[in-house]
Nanobody, 115 residues
Framework: QVQLVESGGGLVQPGGSLRLSCVAS????????MGWYRQAPGKQRELVAA???????NYADSVKGRFTISRDNAKNTVYLQMNNLKPEDTAVYYC?????????WGQGTQVTVSS
């Protein structure tokens, strides 16, 4: 059974940093494209960042230069380092594992950026 478990969310002041982690089980992790998505209240879920099995990355324009996605295949874990956080980054952040157009989602972790 595929399972993705996110952690690392919380409340942070504008300009602060957080690191999200997502641990995967039940999959051959190194073959999957891993992604972080977010959904703010009243908005659609959107891609934040993704990293392929070959370590190619892509980012939403709104987070380029502030967020970094990385993976550790030995630990079945994908990370999202978020720096210089802004109030508009407030959302539930979801981990996604995709292979051959099939996706699995984590349960989400709340990130709130507020003073």
């Amino acid at each position: 059974q595929v399972q993705l478990v996110e952690s690392g969310g919380g409340l942070v002041q504008p300009g602060g940093s957080l690191r999200l982690s997502c641990v995967a089980s039940g999959i051959i992790f190194r073959f999957y494209t891993m992604g972080w998505y977010r959904q703010a209240p009243g908005k659609q879920r959107e891609l934040v960042a993704a990293i392929t099995s070959g370590n190619s990355t892509n980012y939403a324009d709104s987070v380029k230069g502030r967020f970094t996605i990385s993976r550790d295949n030995a630990k079945n874990t994908v990370y999202l380092q978020m720096n210089n956080l802004k109030p508009e980054d407030t959302a539930v952040y979801y981990c996604n594992a995709e292979i051959f157009s099939r996706s699995t989602w984590g349960q989400g972790t709340q990130v709130t950026v507020s003073s």
